[in-house]
Structure formats: structure tokens, C-alpha cells
């Protein structure tokens, strides 16, 4: 009778070590994974912080006509933006940028900027016209902008969107998607000479202006 007894003991004693042996291994990958973690979380902040600073620096229309009979507007804008790099030790490297300005749903103006870069703790200023011919416009959404402009309560948002690059003596990572959002940007703020600031943010792609 006792070794009847001791047979299921034994067994239960064996099967009872196999979760151990589980615990143990997903204790060990946990320890192996949690540098890599650490790396990879250090280095997405280390990136982050070398991410510039986007200034509404200058903004204007030169012309705004909109034909009321066909719904087709021309307008010719300027538009000036500066790119801060505060950081000592990286160098920014911009492909090319998409760059679009609304106002009530209106698209004023949208252009490219070609490839540049900028040196650790340097500025740089984008001065850019932007001009749309014979572009189709919602005639309210035109009226309501051309009262705003009148009444010197006019706001209006900027997107640059594209990659950036981030270059530390010979270590480069290229073809970072970020986006600088300026909304709701006062054009008075902007005269008055206040340099409105961007919202910048990496791996974040601007909306559709269709």
C-alpha cells in the first residue's frame, strides 16, 4: 500500500518542476530583453531631443482673388520659417519638405523645399512664395477667410511635413518621418513679430489637403 502511495507522489513531484523550468527561461529572456529595451528607449530620446524648433517667422498675401461664377481662386503668398537646431553635438539633415498653408479650409499656397542641413546650434531661415492659379476653392470658405482678413482676426495653419536625418560624428540615421504642425497661428501674432512656435513630432506624417 505505501508504494502504491509513493508512485503518484513522485509523479505529481516531477510535474510540478516542468513550470519551473518555464518561469525560469521567461525570467531569463525578460533580463536579456530589458538592455535592449533600455537602448532602444534611450536612443528614441536621445533622437528627441535633437529634434529642431519650427518658428512661424513671417506671413503675408500679396493676392487673393476669387472668381464667385467658376469657384476658382489665385493667390500668391510669403511665408518665412525658422528652423532652430539647439542641440551641441547632433546635425540635422532635412530631405525634401512638403510644405502646405490653410485658412478656413482654404489652401492658400503648398511648395517643396529641396535637401538641407544644419550644424549643431545654428538657425535657419526658409523664405518661401507660394502661388495658386486658377485653384478650386469653396466660395463660403472664401468669403469667411476674406472677412477674417478685414477684420484682422485671421488665423491660419501651417504643415511641413517630410524626413529628417540626425548625424553624431560618423553615426547618421536618415528617413526619420516627422511633422511640424502650426495651428490656429494669429497672422496679427505674426506681424507683430511674436514667431509663433511649431509643434514638432517624429514618425507623424501631415494630413491630406484634398
Excluded: W
Excluded at 92 to 111: A, F, M, R, W
Excluded at 118 to 146: E, I, R, S, Y
Excluded at 189 to 208: I, L, N, Q, T, Y
Aim: net charge positive.
Amino acid at each position: 500500500m505505501e508504494e502504491a502511495k509513493s508512485k503518484p507522489e513522485l509523479g505529481r513531484n516531477l510535474s510540478s518542476r516542468k513550470p519551473s523550468r518555464r518561469v525560469a527561461f521567461d525570467s531569463t529572456l525578460q533580463h536579456a530583453l530589458q538592455p535592449l529595451l533600455f537602448l532602444g528607449i534611450s536612443y528614441l530620446a536621445f533622437l528627441k531631443a535633437g529634434m529642431p524648433k519650427v518658428n512661424v517667422r513671417a506671413f503675408n498675401i500679396t493676392k487673393l482673388q476669387v472668381d464667385d461664377g467658376s469657384q476658382k481662386m489665385d493667390a500668391v503668398i510669403g511665408l518665412g520659417l525658422l528652423f532652430s537646431n539647439k542641440n551641441d553635438k547632433i546635425k540635422l539633415l532635412y530631405g525634401p519638405l512638403s510644405i502646405d498653408v490653410t485658412s478656413e479650409n482654404v489652401l492658400l499656397g503648398k511648395t517643396k523645399v529641396r535637401e538641407f542641413s544644419q550644424k549643431p546650434m545654428n538657425d535657419t531661415n526658409l523664405n518661401m512664395t507660394m502661388t495658386l492659379d486658377n485653384a478650386d476653392v469653396n466660395k463660403h470658405a472664401a468669403d469667411d477667410l476674406k472677412q477674417d482678413i478685414k477684420a484682422y482676426e485671421m488665423v491660419f495653419d501651417v504643415y511641413v511635413g517630410g524626413h529628417i536625418g540626425f548625424q553624431v560624428a560618423s553615426l547618421q540615421m536618415n528617413n526619420v518621418p516627422f511633422l511640424a504642425s502650426c495651428h490656429q497661428i494669429k497672422r496679427m501674432d505674426v506681424d507683430f513679430g511674436r514667431r509663433p512656435e511649431c509643434a514638432v513630432k517624429m514618425f507623424a506624417f501631415r494630413p491630406s489637403t484634398n
